[in-house]
C-alpha cells in the first residue's frame, strides 16, 4: 500500500482539510498519515475560530510520521503562520528529500476567512514553493503568489512565469472561482499548458475542492502515475464528488468523497 503524508489544518465539519484528505486517500486506495497544523471551529457557513498548534508539535509529528511508516508523497494545505511554514520548510528538506510534495497554498476559507497572512506568504514563495512538485492555485491564491489574477490566457502565462521566477516548474491553476459556464483547470508543466475542463456546476457544494483535488493528486504520485495523469484523474473524481454531494448543511456543504 502506497503512503501519503498530509500537513494541514482539521476541520470540524469534515469537509474539509485533515479530514477531507483522509477520506480521498482511502477512496484512492492510498495509506494517510497526518501532520495537524491547526484546529479550527467551523462548519459550512464558515471559520469562526482557530488554534494553531505549536509548530514544534508538528515538527515531531512529521518525524514521527517518516521515520517509522514513511511516505511516498506529502502534501500540504493549511499551514498558518510562517514559523510554520518556514519549520515545514526545513523539517521536509532534512527528512523527505526525493519525497514528491504537493503544495496546496491555503490562503482564505471558502467563507472567505484568511488563513494565512502576509508574512508566511512571503516565507512561502521563498522557502515552500520551489521544494514542491506541483502548487496547487486558485485563482485568488495565483494572484497573491504572483500579483497576477490570471483569469485571460494572457494573464496565465505571464502568471506562469512569475511562478517559474519563483523557482516552482509546475503549477495547476484551479479556475473553480471564474465565472464562465465552464470549470477550467489549467497545469502549466514543462512549460506547456494542458486545460481540464468541465461544465460548471450549479450548486453550494463545493467545500473541501481544493483540499480534496491537491490530495487525488498526491495520492496518484505516491502512486507512481505521471503529474498529467495524476491530474486528469483527481479532476475527474472531484468532479464526481460535486455531482454527487450529499447536500449537507446551510451553506457551502460538503462533497461525496466516496463517488
Known sequence: M??????????????????????TAQAFGVYAQTAITAVTVQNTLGVT???????????????????????????????GSAEMVDMV????????????????????????????????VAVLKKKLLPMAALVTPNLPEAEVLTGIYPAS???????????????VDHVLFKGGHGDSDVARDVLWSGGTFVPFEAPRQNTPHTHGTGCTL???????????????????RAHMFVQNAIRTAPGLGQGHGPLNHKA
Do not use: W, Y
Not at 514544534?56 to 512529521?62: K, S, T
Not at 523539517?91 to 519525497?99: Q, R, V
Open 2 to 23: 502506497k503512503r501519503l503524508l498530509v500537513i494541514a489544518g482539521s476541520d470540524s465539519s469534515g469537509g474539509a482539510g485533515i479530514q477531507a484528505d483522509i477520506k
Open 49 to 79: 475560530g482557530a488554534h494553531i498548534v505549536p509548530p514544534a508539535i508538528v515538527r515531531d509529528q512529521i518525524i514521527a510520521c517518516l521515520s517509522d511508516i514513511g511516505a511516498d508523497a506529502i502534501k500540504t494545505g493549511m499551514l
Open 89 to 120: 520548510a526545513e523539517t521536509l528538506a532534512e527528512h523527505a528529500p526525493g519525497i514528491p510534495l504537493v503544495v496546496d497554498p491555503v490562503m482564505v476559507a471558502k467563507g472567505g476567512s484568511p488563513l494565512l497572512d502576509e508574512a508566511a
Open 153 to 167: 490566457e494572457h494573464r496565465l502565462r505571464n502568471a506562469a512565469m512569475v511562478f517559474k521566477m519563483l523557482g
Open 214 to 232: 491537491a490530495t487525488a493528486i498526491a495520492c496518484g504520485l505516491a502512486q507512481g502515475r505521471s503529474l498529467l495523469d495524476s491530474v486528469s
